[in-house]
T-cell receptor
Framework: QKEVEQDPGPLSVPEGAIVSLNCTYS??????FMWYRQYSRKGPELLMY????GNKEDGRFTAQVDKSSKYISLFIRDSQPSDSATYLC????????????FGRGTSLIVHP | GAVVSQHPSWVICKSGTSVKIECRSL??????MFWYRQFPKQSLMLMAT?????????EQGVEKDKFLINHASLTLSTLTVTSAHPEDSSFYIC???????????????FGAGTRLSVL
């Protein structure tokens, strides 16, 4: 079992839909949880990060962490065609010496 | 803040030549930078961790003599692909974490990536 599991998709939704992207993990030491967006042939762009459990909201994006279930989610409200990209989750234990473990990414397609 | 600049964005070279890719943290100091390789529709593959002022740490299976990494300052790391061959063609991405950000050192900020095509 990989440390971080993420369904590669593709996930295809109509414009305006609410999108739910998810990752599961096995390492209970993970405390930092990040979501990146990667457009084709570009580097990943940090969307949001959370520390420990709870929710965090930024505009149309909400990140949710459920440590008891080892499950994290990214919700996108009112999805737009410009949201079409690959979304990668990443996570790490606390302490600056740890390199984040990345999921393989979920490809999202928002069609007009 | 937390901008990482990578260049060139695209390079085409002949087989047997060497190619240097630069990664700069523009508005923060990065004691550690990372180099990744990504094949089409696949996830990031960590190649090496670049430490300022010391030798890079390479992941298993990555040839250190093939992929030379230099991290001479707190804002610059370079990756040189030596004697490049067509199988080295790929998308290379660097990232950096902010040394001064306390617990947020775990957060990585990525460059835009370099597409290498070896003919």
């Amino acid at each position: 079992q990989k440390e971080v599991e993420q369904d590669p998709g593709p996930l295809s939704v109509p414009e305006g839909a609410i999108v739910s992207l998810n990752c599961t993990y096995s390492n209970s030491a993970f405390q930092y949880f990040m979501w990146y967006r990667q457009y084709s042939r570009k580097g990943p762009e940090l969307l949001m990060y959370t520390y420990s459990s709870g929710n965090k909201e930024d505009g149309r994006f909400t990140a949710q962490v459920d440590k008891s279930s080892k499950y994290i989610s990214l919700f996108i409200r009112d999805s737009q065609p410009s949201d079409s990209a690959t979304y990668l989750c990443a996570m790490s234990p606390p302490g600056g010496s740890y390199i984040p473990t990345f999921g393989r990414g979920t490809s999202l397609i928002v069609h007009p | 803040g937390a901008v990482v600049s990578q260049h060139p964005s695209w390079v085409i070279c002949k087989s047997g030549t060497s190619v240097k890719i630069e990664c700069r943290s523009l508005d923060f100091q990065a004691t550690t930078m990372f180099w990744y390789r990504q094949f089409p529709k696949q996830s990031l593959m960590l190649m090496a961790t670049s430490n300022e002022g010391s030798k890079a740490t390479y992941e298993q299976g990555v040839e250190k003599d093939k992929f030379l990494i230099n991290h001479a300052s707190l804002t610059l790391s370079t990756l040189t692909v030596t004697s490049a061959h067509p199988e080295d063609s790929s998308f290379y991405i660097c990232s950096a974490s902010n040394a001064a950000s306390g617990g947020l050192k775990n957060i990585q900020y990525f460059g835009a990536g370099t597409r290498l095509s070896v003919l």
